[in-house]
């Protein structure tokens, strides 16, 4: 179980995280991880997520069972067709019109 995530900036060509019950309270930049196509964070303590402009290829991202209560911009990833948010404290949605 993993309290702290490490720097993902050196793996540019990572596709898919899977990150789950662990006990991370944010996820670290993704800025360089433009070919990531699902991410798996559920089960964890995260209150915040970075930016996530940079995930155009981004398709399944699940944040079920965390503490968020709000979500960065989501417009940029237009290829987002599975969004799982269930147990947060999430008051309100971002714009998801440019989602698949």
Do not use: Y
């Amino acid at each position: 179980v993993l309290s702290v995530v490490p720097s993902l900036d050196s793996l540019v060509e990572l596709q898919v995280i899977e990150a789950g019950n662990n006990r991370f309270t944010r996820v670290p930049s993704l800025r360089r991880l433009t070919k990531l196509q699902s991410m798996n964070v559920s089960d964890n303590n995260i209150t915040e997520l970075p930016d996530l402009q940079s995930q155009r290829h981004l398709r399944t991202l699940d944040l079920s069972r965390n503490d968020l209560i709000q979500l960065p911009d989501l417009n940029t990833t237009v290829n987002l067709i599975e969004l799982w948010l269930s147990s947060n404290k999430v008051v309100g949605l971002p714009n998801l019109s440019a989602c698949a």
